[in-house]
């Protein structure tokens, strides 16, 4: 199960919009809850970015303290496609805007086979 929070109306109705529009596209159960935020809790450090860190070349690459790598955008981004969210395409068209160094480009597309 997965939940998505929302801050406002707005974004609720989108949230429920987008959902709609993947259970339609998906041949497998979508089970996803639409709330409203409360209060956050980060988790502990060893949990940020886990499955990121287990990239452990790509992550110094980075050059990232911990607190930087949790706030990361890149880091969010990156860890999305190492974790097979997204595609070589995808990645392909936002890599240079992410700011990425070839290597670390060329690192990703491997990881995406």
Do not use: C
Request: glycine share 6%; aromatic share 10%; proline share 1%.
């Amino acid at each position: 199960m997965s939940v998505i929070f929302y801050h406002s109306e707005e974004q609720r109705l989108s949230a429920e919009k987008s959902l709609a529009l993947q259970r339609t596209n998906s041949k497998h159960e979508i089970v996803t809850k639409i709330k409203p935020v409360g209060k956050f809790y980060l988790a502990e450090d060893y949990h940020q970015k886990y499955l990121l860190r287990q990239h452990k070349w790509l992550v110094q690459s980075l050059d990232l303290d911990v607190d930087a790598l949790v706030s990361s955008h890149i880091a969010a981004r990156l860890s999305g496609y190492i974790t097979g969210f997204g595609t070589r395409e995808g990645f392909l068209k936002e890599a240079k805007r992410l700011g990425l160094a070839q290597e670390q480009i060329d690192y990703v597309l491997e990881e995406l086979g």
